[in-house]
């Protein structure tokens, strides 16, 4: 009735299924660095490492989630059972809204770490962040178990989706809105920073700290463009679908180039928010010196910096913490020069 049967290979892989299952690999190994390289030498001693884990883990079951997708799509497709299905699709549902809430509660603590800063304790914070992880886990779980547990169209074949049959339409409306809603939150957020800095920086000398709010307002707009680009194409294509009612109204094919735009912002997470930070790319050059180390190969001379990350790292968090304390006492929208300063520290 949806068409989804036409033109579908029914043995064999094809050129495609092999590049989405590189793309897929590529997002497994290059979360997984990360990860590693965030519990080994940076042990998660600050908020935002907490922040980037989380990430890098949602990524890196995302990139697995796909992986499956794909293995268990095809002519592979005919011998599960509808419940097998809803996980098949749920799994890769779950771990795309943790990675876009875990994006969320990022914008979030740098937003309140700026914009409107409190005075707390490290261990206070830490904790506050890893309840929100907790919460963003939960939720994206509780969203993309929905149709297991009977929110789906088996019972109304006519209100089922084109491009993902068993889903009812009304649910990937839901979906739509819940992933929206965040999503605009998040540009909200990074807005509201980038104004924050653009106003505060007009007052600030061309100095290191200048640079690092400069630095700052690069990230924002990679982030913000990186989210438009790769998540635009699957929410068009949802919401035709949402509006298209079977056999009358036929959704567009070609689900799987939108999906796989969408997953490769699992891709670019690492790249954005891991790769900018000197103290992250330090810790996977370090992964990587070990890597060598242990496959018996001679580590060039940067990796005297393992040292450096697992001795200093933790002096170097106390440091900046205690002051990022005391400035946020004296910050205000009249204070500029603190409240970019501030901001690396972070």
Known sequence: ???????????GVGVLTVLFIFISLFIIVENLMVLLALLRFLRLRRWVHCCLANIAFSDLLAGISYLLNICL??????????EL????EGLLFTTLAASTFSLLVTAVERYSTMVVPVTESRSTKLVRVQGLIIFCWLLALAVGSLPLFGWNCLCHIEHCSSLLPLYSRSYIVFSLGLLGLTLLGIIGFY???????????????????SRRAFHLLQTVLIILGCFVICWTPLFLYLLVDAA?????????????????????????NPLIYSLRSSEVRKAILALLCCA????????????????????????????????????SRNLSFRSPVTSVSSVPSQ
């Open 191 to 209: 807005c509201t920073i980038y104004y924050f800095v653009c106003t505060n920086a007009k007052h600030v000398a061309v100095t290191s700290q």
């Open 244 to 268: 298209c009612s079977p056999p009358s109204c036929q959704s567009p094919l070609g689900l799987e180039w939108v999906l796989a735009l969408a997953v490769m912002n699992s891709a670019f």
């Open 73 to 82: 799509s095809g002519p592979t497709t005919f011998l599960l059972s509808p």
């Open 292 to 327: 060598c180390t242990l496959a018996g190969v001679r580590p060039p001379a940067c990796c005297q910096q393992v040292a450096e990350i697992t001795s200093g790292s933790s002096n170097e968090s106390s440091l900046k913490h205690r002051s990022s304390v005391r400035l």
């Open 85 to 88: 299905w809803y996980i098949r």
């Open 1 to 11: 009735m949806t068409g989804r049967l036409s033109g579908r290979p029914r043995t």
